[in-house]
């Protein structure tokens, strides 16, 4: 099993920056990828942004050039600086791993923006 922690989440205004961190526990040999989803109130769960263990990265189209995905693979872990915040980037945003074919979650962190 993997758990996974995340970190970050918080209040802003629009237009400031948050960072989001999520450290895996446990097996993580093997670990391939590793990403950042969220959900808003109402909304079903989407994607924000994906890395693999090579650097390969995939965005939204929402948050392309506002966010960067990192993962640190000597720490098995993954951030996301999130830059020109909007009031629509409020949701719960949850932390996954993909480790030999299986999902692993997070129990997600809230970030919300004000107008």
């Known amino acids: 099993q993997v758990q996974l922690e995340e970190s970050g989440g918080g209040l802003v205004q629009a237009g400031e920056s948050l960072r989001l961190s999520c450290a895996a526990s446990g097996r993580t040999f093997g670990i391939n990828v590793m990403g950042w989803y969220r959900q808003a109130p109402g909304k079903t769960r989407e994607l924000v942004a994906i890395v693999s263990r090579g650097g390969s990265t995939n965005y939204a189209d929402s948050v392309k050039g506002r966010f960067t995905i990192a993962m640190d693979s000597a720490k098995n872990a993954v951030y996301l600086e999130m830059n020109s915040l909007e009031p629509e980037d409020t949701a719960v945003y949850y932390c996954?791993?993909?480790?030999?074919?299986?999902?692993?979650w997070g129990q997600g962190t809230q970030v919300t923006v004000s107008s």
């Open positions: 996954n791993a993909e480790r030999r074919g299986l999902e692993f």
